[in-house]
């Protein structure tokens, strides 16, 4: 269970929305967008702050705001939801704790906030900037992560100065699902392979004290 959970009301419709993540949930992975009538299309929790990708493309957020997490740079907690200005045509979203990521129909993503960037650098209240030399097919965050499912089937992470970029063998992966210590693929030939943030290494077998990346969930079974 998550340290705090708040709960979002958004067009009549109550969701729970997980708090911080140090804990290790996860809150992101690849949404359905809604086919309700209401202007919602997918809605996404961070740490103290959430964001909805509208049915028109555009993206609003509410909440926490003094690291840049609303996507306007930084400012005031905003208890309504607010328009991030510059971004259309968003598809898919993944919030962590300071900072978010979108991905359009170009598959290039687009993040802001506080935190480090792919491409080495860091984002310091950052508005919303294209991150080159990636086409992302999906992206999960949590903590202080954030990993993508590149077009290539590599799958690249970031968010700390030792966030490892796995060489997940063979198969070819079709999901990755972030938590705060820890990611994991699937792949296209059922198996699951995950691999640690930092120090934590195992995940999904029965150990969790021996870095090692990736490692297969090997006590899957088959069902």
């Given at each position: 269970?998550?340290?705090?959970?708040?709960?979002?009301?958004?067009?009549?419709?109550?969701?729970?929305?997980?708090?911080?993540?140090?804990?290790?949930?996860?809150?992101?992975?690849?949404?359905?967008?809604?086919?309700?009538?209401?202007?919602?299309?997918?809605?996404?929790?961070?740490?103290?702050?959430?964001?909805?990708?509208?049915?028109?493309?555009?993206?609003?957020?509410?909440?926490?705001?003094?690291?840049?997490?609303?996507?306007?740079?930084?400012?005031?907690?905003?208890?309504?939801?607010?328009?991030?200005?510059?971004?259309?045509?968003?598809?898919?979203?993944?919030?962590?704790?300071?900072?978010?990521?979108?991905?359009?129909?170009?598959?290039?993503?687009?993040?802001?906030?506080?935190?480090?960037?792919?491409?080495?650098?860091?984002?310091?209240?950052?508005?919303?900037?294209?991150?080159?030399?990636?086409?992302?097919?999906?992206?999960?965050?949590?903590?202080?992560?954030?990993?993508?499912?590149?077009?290539?089937?590599?799958?690249?992470?970031?968010?700390?100065?030792?966030?490892?970029?796995?060489?997940?063998?063979?198969?070819?992966?079709?999901?990755?699902?972030?938590?705060?210590?820890?990611?994991?693929?699937?792949?296209?030939?059922?198996?699951?392979?995950?691999?640690d943030a930092e120090q934590w290494g195992g995940a999904g077998t029965e150990a969790m004290n021996h870095?090692?990346?990736?490692?297969?969930?090997?006590?899957?079974?088959?069902?």
């Amino acid at each position: 269970m998550r340290g705090i959970v708040g709960l979002c009301l958004v067009s009549l419709v109550v969701v729970a929305c997980g708090g911080p993540t140090g804990d290790g949930a996860s809150n992101s992975g690849p949404k359905t967008p809604s086919t309700t009538s209401g202007p919602v299309s997918i809605l996404e929790c961070g740490d103290h702050y959430t964001c909805a990708i509208l049915k028109g493309g555009t993206l609003s957020c509410w909440g926490a705001g003094s690291q840049g997490q609303l996507g306007n740079g930084a400012g005031p907690d905003q208890t309504k939801p607010t328009k991030v200005e510059g971004l259309s045509d968003v598809k898919h979203i993944a919030l962590a704790s300071t900072y978010g990521c979108i991905l359009g129909s170009d598959r290039v993503a687009r993040c802001w906030g506080t935190g480090r960037s792919p491409n080495g650098g860091s984002l310091d209240h950052a508005r919303p900037q294209a991150i080159p030399g990636m086409l992302v097919n999906d992206i999960s965050g949590s903590g202080v992560l954030m990993c993508a499912r590149l077009d290539g089937g590599q799958v690249r992470c970031w968010g700390t100065e030792k966030t490892p970029n796995p060489n997940l063998g063979p198969g070819k992966p079709i999901d990755v699902q972030v938590a705060a210590t820890h990611g994991c693929v699937q792949k296209d030939d059922g198996t699951v392979a995950c691999w640690d943030a930092e120090q934590w290494g195992g995940a999904g077998t029965e150990a969790m004290n021996h870095p090692k990346l990736p490692s297969p969930a090997s006590a899957l079974g088959t069902g």
